[in-house]
């Protein structure tokens, strides 16, 4: 896809002397939102579950806090964002039921 659109822009460079060409069409960019009271126990290991996700994955994955929100942005080709995308919300949901019988428990 790449070359065909560089060889139809004008005063493209000869097929030769063309850079390799790394398309972003390519890749995929998943956002998955973290619950503030999840985000300190998924992320708060020094990053090693998310080192491991990007390791199994593939994916490499961002993680962005503000104003109490944390969300992950995950980005690579479309099966590692998915599989990433599946094992972080398996995780979050994981949490989230052990926090939530933590605290019918108590």
């Not at 990433?84 to 979050?92: G, I, R, S, T």
């Amino acid at each position: 896809i790449c070359e065909v659109l560089q060889g139809l822009m004008p005063g493209s460079p000869s097929r030769s002397t063309r850079p390799q060409c790394l398309s972003p069409l390519d890749e995929e960019t998943i956002k998955v939102d973290v619950p503030a009271h999840i985000a300190q126990r998924l992320l708060g290991d020094g990053g090693t579950w998310m080192r491991a996700l990007e390791k199994k994955t593939g994916a490499r994955i961002v993680v962005r806090q503000d104003h109490g929100r944390c969300q992950l942005e995950m980005s690579g080709q479309p099966e590692q964002v998915i599989e990433a995308e599946q094992l972080a919300e398996e995780a979050v949901r994981n949490l989230n039921a052990s926090a939530s019988a933590a605290a019918l428990a108590a």
